[in-house]
């Protein structure tokens, strides 16, 4: 599926909402809602870039839409809330230009392995000084390698977006097909110039063998396989934040629905990593306080085609409390649907257990499938 494009420069910011012009396809891109692989709070991180003048690497991956201050100068340049190399120039006054496979570039690090799917290169504020064009390539390697061993002749690069001109002041998206598990990025702007952020979107493929060894852990944590794949409402905030690392910090960084005016309740449906033995779950409710739900309740399903049994009858919530319950005996499925009565929020949800023999034969079938 090919993706809108945009290229050129876009108008210069004349006041207003700096928003206002800014270029993204309608509807957005197909593969918005897989996890972002490069999400700082999955432990990604931009480990080396070979020019920074204007603005620092890791801005790159910073959650949220970049912030623009009209205002806000340095003494360096106009600060700008993105990574920002400073302009190349040719060998001399008989050629200024900067040649044809000049460019700069930075290397980053996956949260957490996987199957890259689709990649957006966001140029917001950026509106006379992006590049031209722009490239990625993926690689795989074991441990946390250096930048220098990333940068090594022996390293195979694998290309996911070849060099495509890009749009000032835009989300340049790019879907992306390459069906290997990969770990760090190499993303590069030819010439030069300034990009705002890079959303790196995929599918999760953990090592089974670090997941057996940790016995019991979160079967559905985002870094270990773990994903949302649907829910009632998205009103105020993603599902998907009930699955991220760590607790919750503020409200919005939970999932919350609107007020619901019917006799219904809210729910989310999520797909384990893998088929695995569950014996307790945490639901937590942190920073939601007047608009936290009355109640949840828990269903299991094992296997796509099976029947959906209820392991946690409605059990009341408090707000801004972490509640913990211990299954009656463990219970075996690869299939969650929390539901929340009636709406309201919670933050996180743990499921607590372990991998079922088939479950890591499966996932060790998909890593071998994937390159390993």
Not at 37 to 60: P, Y
Not at 105 to 121: E, K, M, Q
């Amino acid at each position: 599926m090919t993706c809108p494009s945009f290229t050129g420069d876009a108008e210069p910011y004349r006041g207003g909402d700096p928003y206002a012009d800014y270029r993204v396809p309608t509807g957005g891109f197909p593969f918005a809602d897989r996890v972002d692989l490069a999400d700082r709070r999955l432990g990604a991180g931009v480990v080396a870039a070979n020019d920074e003048f204007f603005a620092e690497r890791e801005n790159l991956l910073s959650p949220g839409p970049a912030v623009f201050d009209p205002g806000h100068f340095g003494h360096k340049g106009k600060i700008m809330d993105g990574w920002e190399t400073r302009r190349r120039r040719g060998t001399g006054a008989d050629r200024p230009h900067p040649g044809d496979t000049d460019h700069d570039w930075a290397l980053i690090r996956l949260g957490t392995p996987g199957v890259v799917r689709g990649i957006v290169v966001d140029t917001a504020h950026f509106r006379g000084n992006h590049p031209q064009s722009v490239s990625v390539e993926a690689t795989r390697l074991p441990g946390t390698p250096s930048p220098g061993e990333l940068l090594a002749d022996s390293v195979t690069w694998t290309t996911l977006v070849p060099r495509t001109p890009v749009g000032g002041h835009a989300a340049n998206g790019f879907t992306v097909t390459a069906e290997e598990r990969f770990t760090h990025l190499r993303l590069k702007q030819h010439p030069d110039g300034g990009i705002a952020r890079l959303r790196v979107h995929g599918d999760v493929v953990p090592d089974p063998d670090w997941l057996a060894a940790l016995g019991t852990f979160d079967l559905a944590a985002l870094e270990n396989g773990g994903q949302v794949e649907d829910a009632s409402d998205r009103f105020y905030s993603s599902p998907t934040n009930t699955i991220r690392p760590g607790r919750s910090r503020k409200m919005d960084d939970g999932w919350e629905t609107r007020r619901r005016r019917d006799r219904g309740h809210d729910w989310i449906r999520y797909r384990l990593v893998e088929r695995a033995r569950i014996r307790a779950v945490e639901i937590d409710t942190a920073y939601l306080k007047g608009n936290s739900a009355g109640w949840a309740s828990l269903r299991l399903r094992d296997g796509a085609d099976g029947d959906w049994t209820e392991i946690l009858p409605p059990a009341r919530l408090q707000p801004d409390t972490n509640h913990r319950f211990v299954l009656e005996r463990p219970v075996t499925g690869d299939g969650l649907r929390l539901g929340i009565h009636p709406d309201g929020g919670i933050s996180r949800l743990r499921v607590l257990g372990s991998l079922t023999d088939d479950g890591i034969t499966r996932l060790r079938a998909r890593l071998r499938a994937l390159g390993g």
